[in-house]
């Protein structure tokens, strides 16, 4: 099966700045997209950012817009999410996952890197 192991979490002041990565890896398969979510204790796990392999179109929550930058390395199967002006509010782990076209839906899920953001 295909495994996605997220990097890069931390601690991180407020206004501060992390750089979170994501690789795909296991049987071969073709990336379509691939996403960012994120679930802060005791809420729903929320869409942060999304970018689709093939033209690199982004997609953004308003929440992140801005502030949070999504890129690839297609050769790699490799997401990153470069997160700035970080705020608590943005406190979460932090999850990759990669969109079946098939479904419509991501099925596969990392399991997930700390973000926690002081004031």
């Known amino acids: 099966q295909v495994q996605l192991v997220e990097s890069g979490g931390g601690l991180v002041q407020a206004g501060g700045s992390l750089r979170l990565s994501c690789a795909a890896s296991?049987?071969?398969?073709?990336?379509?997209?691939m996403g960012w979510f994120r679930q802060a204790p005791g809420k729903e796990r929320e869409f942060v950012t999304a970018?689709?392999?093939?033209?690199?179109?982004?997609y953004y929550a308003d929440s992140v817009k801005g502030r949070f930058t999504i890129s690839r390395t297609n050769a790699k199967n490799t997401v990153f999410l470069q997160m700035n002006g970080l705020k608590p509010e943005d406190t979460a782990i932090y999850y990759c996952?990669?969109?079946?076209?098939?479904?419509?839906?991501?099925?596969?899920w990392g399991q997930g890197t700390q973000v926690t953001v002081s004031s």
């Open positions: 996952a990669l969109y079946v076209p098939a479904s419509g839906r991501y099925e596969y």
């Open positions: 296991g049987r071969a398969f073709s990336v379509y997209r």
């Open positions: 970018i689709d392999w093939s033209g690199g179109t982004t």
